[in-house]
């Protein structure tokens, strides 16, 4: 079974502070996608990354692939209170055709 | 261009009570997958459909059946309800398999 452990698994910070959110897993993905979700919504994509080692930026964010598809990070600069939500990694793989989504992170920053 | 939708938003049913939700997915996406998230926790695949049949299926029990139609809407019915069954359930259209999925708001069920 393909596991996908986020941690940590709450974050409350200040606005203007930088975090981290790490995604794990031991299987290995062919793609991993990073989503953000606020109450009573459906997530939404905000990044796919398939190549090992791959780093994408998305104004404040940015997003890592290890360089065995096994893991990526989330980093987000300056935090600011509409990042508030709750942040979920998802492995994709092509053999299975299945998503697989990690546990979620939320976080909450305050003004 | 609409997204994702789907109905009905909230819905209370009692144990033991068939449920059918409804979800149509964005223009130009034929693969529709169902997920249930219950509260705090990550979404769970349920299943997916392509070319109106079921391609893959989650960890859920035979109570979860689904169908899909030639406009790429999707249904997903839940018979015998149980009080675990209570969770938002999500439906995500994409236009390759699993690949970057958009999701609707989801509908959120209540089992007393």
């Known amino acids: 079974t393909q596991l996908l452990e986020q941690s940590p698994q709450f974050l409350s910070i200040q606005e203007g502070e930088n975090l981290t959110v790490y995604c794990n897993s031991s299987?290995?993905?062919?793609?991993l996608q990073w989503y953000r979700q606020e109450p009573g919504e459906g997530p939404v994509l905000l990044v796919t990354v398939v190549t090992g080692g791959e780093v994408k930026k998305l104004k404040r964010l940015t997003f890592q692939f290890g360089d065995a598809r096994k893991d990526s990070s989330l980093h987000i600069t300056a935090a600011q209170p509409g990042d508030t939500g709750l942040y979920l990694c998802a492995g994709g793989d092509r053999d299975t055709d299945k998503l697989i989504f990690g546990t979620g992170t939320r976080l909450q920053v305050f003004p | 261009d609409a997204g994702v939708t789907q109905s009905p938003t909230h819905l209370i049913k009692t144990r033991g009570q068939q449920v059918t939700l409804r979800c149509s997915p964005k223009?130009?996406?034929?693969?529709v997958s169902w997920y249930q998230q219950a509260l705090g926790q990550g979404p769970q695949f349920i299943f997916q459909y392509y070319e109106e049949e079921e391609r893959q299926r989650g960890n859920f029990p035979d109570r979860f059946s689904g169908h899909q139609f030639p406009n790429y809407s999707s249904e997903l019915n839940v018979n015998a309800l149980l009080l675990g069954d209570s969770a938002l359930y999500l439906c995500?259209?994409?236009?390759?398999?699993?690949?970057?999925?958009?999701f609707g708001p989801g509908t959120r069920l209540t089992v007393t």
């Open positions: 223009s130009g996406h034929d693969t």
């Open positions: 299987s290995v993905f062919s793609s």
């Open positions: 995500a259209s994409s236009p390759d398999r699993y690949y970057e999925q958009y």
